[in-house]
């Protein structure tokens, strides 16, 4: 009754341009995070699965828990190996959790 509803007025309609304006710093700091960190990240993970794919026998492997052994038997479609860690010792080693290939051995002749 006594209170009259109030109107925006002179306010003009957002435009595209001003829309997409808005927008460009999202963009520009989705693409710096595209290449500073998703990429770089994605290219570690596809080389630690090519060297995971590529163990052989006799190669020296460090496990993500520290235990460096030489490799006594892989099987192609298994999810682990088969590590000696001393002389006798033989211990099953999941795959994923090889951390570092440290010395290459020759291929095994068939």
Known sequence: MFISPAYA?????????EMILQFVPFI?????MWFLIIRPQ???V???QEM???VRRGDTVVTSGGII???????????DIEVEI???V??????????DVRSKSEPVKA
């Open 52 to 54: 995971i794919k590529n």
């Open 28 to 32: 520009l700091i989705f693409v710096i």
């Open 69 to 79: 052994g030489k490799v006594t038997k892989v099987t192609e479609d298994a999810a």
């Open 86 to 88: 001393a002389d006798g």
């Open 9 to 17: 007025q002179g306010a003009p309609a957002a435009g595209g341009m």
């Open 42 to 44: 994605q290219r570690r």
């Open 46 to 48: 596809k080389a630690h």
């Open 90 to 99: 033989k211990v099953k080693v999941a795959r994923a959790m090889i951390s």
